[in-house]
């Protein structure tokens, strides 16, 4: 099955896509990844509140794996590193959490500065003219990355 989103271990152009044979191996992964971090599924189920047993049916330890429905994902936040969870979503999305003291003066200060360097980046009188340039390029990526760590 084909999808408008690409699938990690999935591409998307071939018309025999597995996605969920892909979801099953990903939800194989996470659960033995966080087992191999001191995670047992066991201390999974006491804070997820997820009866044990389901979640070896997810984790694929009772034979068949069973495809975890989106309300044992929401369940599962906070108790399974949000980077490893990330593992269950399609390619170039992640589970973020947003930080409590984000300081939104500095991020309007640095975006304000980003959006100043790429509006003289496209400027005619630019390095590139209306194209960046390598020299702006590297100076945007500065900005954007500075801006990424404050946010």
């Given at each position: 099955?084909?999808?408008g989103v690409?699938?990690?271990g999935?591409?998307?152009?071939?018309?025999n896509?597995?996605?969920?044979?892909?979801?099953r191996k990903?939800?194989?992964l996470?659960?033995?990844?966080?087992k191999?971090?001191?995670?047992?599924l066991?201390a999974?189920?006491?804070?997820?509140g997820i009866?044990?047993?389901?979640?070896?049916?997810?984790?694929?330890?009772?034979?068949?794996?069973?495809i975890?429905p989106?309300?044992?994902?929401?369940?599962?936040?906070?108790v399974?590193p949000d980077?490893?969870?990330?593992v269950?979503?399609?390619?170039?999305r992640?589970?973020?959490?947003?930080?409590?003291?984000?300081d939104?003066?500095a991020?309007e200060?640095?975006?304000?500065?980003y959006?100043?360097?790429?509006?003289?980046?496209?400027?005619?009188?630019?390095?590139?003219?209306?194209?960046?340039?390598?020299?702006?390029?590297?100076?945007?990526g500065g900005?954007y990355?500075?801006?990424?760590?404050?946010?």
């Open positions: 099955m084909a999808t690409p699938f990690r999935c591409n998307i152009m071939a018309r896509c597995d996605i969920g044979g892909i979801i990903n939800q194989e996470v659960f033995r990844v966080a191999a971090n001191g995670l047992s066991k999974i189920s006491l804070d997820s009866p044990y047993s389901t979640l070896r049916t997810y984790a694929g330890n009772n034979g068949a794996t069973a975890m989106i309300d044992a994902l929401y369940e599962l936040v906070g399974i980077e490893l969870l990330s269950l979503l399609p390619e170039g992640s589970i973020v959490r947003v930080p409590d003291d984000l939104h003066d991020i200060t640095m975006a304000r500065d959006l100043a360097a790429k509006g003289a980046a496209h400027h005619p009188a630019s390095p590139g003219g209306r194209e960046i340039a390598d020299c702006e390029r590297a100076k945007l900005k990355a500075a801006l990424k760590a404050v946010a």
